[in-house]
């Protein structure tokens, strides 16, 4: 079995679009890898939301990995429905990938609103965690 991880850190977003009617969001970020998919925290009532939170993969084939894709969509929490906006995406190909030690903090703009989200994707080894 592949011991191989990859983590995604999930920094945080800025000038958020409000989407609770009251000039906020409670947003979150679902990530998906792979089939895999896992979500951070809800931030409620931030435009500039801080997550500084890691997220972790399996990755099937490491020699793959250039040709995946890591996707962000941003969510805005609606809790008295139980539902959710879409704020917006980014994609991250993974030929981008850092390998642990050598990452840095990236900035990227969603594709649907005009805003950023700031993230991190290293590549580490299962015996870290």
């Known amino acids: 079995m592949n011991k191989e ?7 945080a977003a800025h000038n958020l679009m409000p989407k609770d009617g009251e000039g906020l969001s409670s947003p979150f970020v679902e990530v998906e890898f792979e089939n895999q998919k896992q979500r951070t925290q809800v931030k409620y009532k931030d435009l500039n939301p801080i997550w500084n939170q ?17 996707e962000l969509n941003v969510y ?12 917006g995406k980014v994609s991250i190909s993974g030929s981008s990938i850092a390998r642990e030690g ?4 990236q900035l990227y703009t969603l594709d649907k609103e005009a805003f950023s989200l700031m993230s991190v994707a290293r590549l580490a080894s299962s015996s870290i965690y």
């Open 5 to 11: 991880k990859l983590v995604v850190e999930v920094v």
């Open 54 to 70: 890691k997220l972790v993969f399996h990755v099937t084939n490491i020699a793959d990995l250039p040709y995946r894709t890591i």
């Open 76 to 87: 805005n929490e609606k809790r008295s429905s139980n539902s959710r906006n879409f704020l």
């Open 102 to 105: 050598e990452e840095i903090a």
